[in-house]
C-alpha cells in the first residue's frame, strides 16, 4: 500500500482514461444501450479502463429526475447534481448529474455492469445497463530494500498492523450521502502536477510485496501538504506502515489519503477548506526517504489519484 522515496530521472503516471463522449447508438469499447428511455442520455469518459482507473459517469434527462440511482461493483453509486460548465443550449439544458467509478488496482480484468434507475415525478421509470470492459493494467515492478520489521514484523507488530487495516477499511466502508467539494481537486505540494509508483507490484527484500496503491511525490522533510479539496478529517494518526497519517472524507465515497508525514497539523473531526495545509512532507513509517504518499478510494476502490485531478477540471 505504501511505496518508497522515487528518484527518478523521469516520474510518470500510467493515466488510463481518454477523455471522450459516448452517446446513442451503440459505441464499441463500453456498450451503451441503444435505448433507455425517452429524453435521457448517458456518457462516459472513456470507452473501456483498466485496474486503479476512474471513470466519470454523465446522466442527462431533458424533464427533472425525482430519483435517480445505481449500482456499480456490488455498491451503490453516488450521484451528485452537477451544473453545466458552458453556456446553456438545447444539447445542454436539462437535469444533469454525475457520478465517479473507481476500478479497484487489482479488480479482475472482464467486463462489468453498471446499472442506472431513473425515475421521474411522473411516468414509469427506466433502468439502463451500460457494460464496461476493465483491461489489465501495466505496472512496473521494482526491488525495494526497507527495515526488516516492515518485512517480517513480530506477532504485536502484525496485530498492531491488522487492526489499522480493518479501521481503514471500516472508514472507507462508510459512504458520507453529501458532495463536500466544490470545483477541482488539486495535487497536495504546491508547483507539483506529476507524480510516480502508481500500482507498482514491488519486491521486499526479496519477498513480493502488495501493489503500491498510491502516487509518492519526492520532497524535502517540512515540505507542507495541502488538502486536495474540501472534506472533513476521518484520521489523523501514526500508523504502523504509513507513519503519520491523514485521511479526508470529501463525502459520496471519496476519501484521499495522504502518508509518512513528518508533522500532522489538523485533528479528526476538523472541517478543511481546498489548499489547507493538514501536515508536512517526512520519512515516518515504511519508506526510504522523505516523501508524500497520496493515496485515494472511491467507494472502497483503490484508485490513481491524479485522475481524479483531471476528470474533474469539467465543471
Known sequence: MFGKHCIRKRLSVWLSILLGCLSF????????????????????SATESSQGSLLLLEVRSRMPMSDLSGEWNGR?????????????????????????LG???EKAPGTYPVVVHVQWASGKPATCTVQIPI????????????????????????????????????????????KL???????????VTTGGNFGKRRILNGQPGSPHSGVDFPASTGTPVHAA???????????????????????????????????????????????????????????????????LTVERARVNPLQLVKLLKIG
Do not use: M
Open 25 to 44: 447508438p451503440a459505441l464499441a469499447g463500453a456498450k451503451i444501450p441503444a435505448t433507455c428511455a425517452a429524453g435521457v442520455t448517458l456518457k462516459l
Open 76 to 100: 451503490n453509486v453516488a450521484f451528485w447534481q452537477a451544473t453545466n460548465s458552458q453556456p446553456q443550449s438545447r444539447a445542454t439544458t436539462g437535469d444533469l448529474r454525475r457520478a465517479l
Open 103 to 105: 476500478i479497484d488496482l
Open 135 to 178: 483491461r489489465k493494467g501495466k505496472f512496473a515492478t521494482e526491488d525495494l530494500h526497507v527495515e526488516k520489521e516492515f518485512v517480517e514484523p513480530d506477532p504485536e507488530q502484525i496485530k498492531r498492523a491488522n487492526e489499522e487495516r480493518d479501521r481503514l477499511r471500516a472508514i472507507f466502508d462508510q459512504v458520507t450521502p453529501q
Open 181 to 191: 467539494w466544490t470545483g477541482d481537486f488539486r495535487v497536495p505540494l504546491d508547483g
Open 229 to 295: 479539496q474540501n472534506g472533513r478529517v476521518v484520521l489523523a494518526q501514526e500508523l504502523f506502515f504509513s507513519g503519520s497519517t491523514v485521511v479526508i472524507d470529501h463525502g459520496l465515497g471519496i476519501y484521499t489519503f495522504y502518508g509518512h508525514l513528518s508533522e500532522i497539523d489538523v485533528k479528526v473531526g476538523d472541517d478543511l477548506e481546498s489548499g489547507q495545509v493538514l501536515g508536512k512532507v517526512g520519512a515516518t513509517g515504511r519508506v526510504t526517504g522523505p516523501h508524500l504518499h497520496w493515496g
